[in-house]
């Protein structure tokens, strides 16, 4: 069951690396990212729309011009045009290549943290089953331990009760008779008469009995 988990786990935090390292990968080459992004957006900018939804315009065709100078002039004007404009197409290629690339990245990484999350969350989650599974094989055996009490106190009250008339038969023997002293040496008393009492009877006192 450890070692299950264990592979899990380890499972769990192969996927969670993989899942860091692409985050990382997003952001790797990054300018030419943006350069591939910029051609693309500036022949976009660039290339006239003709479509079902493209309005037409009929303008008005410009008379020839009567002068070579101002046949010059006006080819002059359209070649400024031509370059301002796609001066400006390069540029704001240059700018959206910009956001789109940091965007496209910023939202895989952001996806990328939601699956690490959710990863997380699945080790906790197995984490917990495993507890619980360990939890449910300690109490497995609950019932057999129940009938192991229940038999031990049963040989507890048998061992007791096949000592009780040995302890009983040592009791009676221990039994001091009547008129004898626990722990003396030797006789205590003469004809059923006792000495100690004899001498105590006397007047005399342990000290002076038996000190001289």
């Known amino acids: 069951m450890l070692n299950a988990e264990r592979a899990r786990q380890q499972g769990f935090d192969t996927e969670a ?28 900018f660039t290339t006239p729309v003709n479509g079902v939804n493209t309005p037409t315009y009929n303008a008005a065709a410009l008379p020839a011009a009567s002068s070579d100078v101002v046949q010059r002039e006006i080819d002059a004007k359209k070649s400024l045009a031509s370059a301002y404009g796609a001066d400006q197409a390069d540029k704001l290629a240059q700018l959206r290549s910009f956001g789109d690339v940091i965007g496209t990245a910023g939202r895989g990484v952001a996806d990328d943290a939601s699956k690490v999350g959710q990863i997380g969350s699945f080790k906790k989650g197995s984490e917990a089953v495993t507890q619980l599974e360990l939890d449910n094989a300690n109490r497995a055996g609950n019932s057999y331990k129940f009938f192991g009490d229940i038999l031990g106190g049963l040989g507890k009250v048998g061992l007791t009760a096949g000592l009780s008339p040995v302890l009983a038969g040592a009791g009676a023997g221990a039994t001091t008779a009547a008129g004898a002293i626990p722990g003396a040496i030797g006789p205590t008393s003469v004809g059923g008469a006792p000495l100690v009492n004899n001498v105590f009877s006397g007047g005399a006192t342990p000290f002076l009995t038996y000190g001289r």
């Open 17 to 44: 690396k993989g899942l860091t390292d692409q985050s990382l990968g997003r952001y790797v080459n990054f300018d030419q990212q943006m350069a591939s992004d910029k051609d693309r957006l500036k022949t976009l």
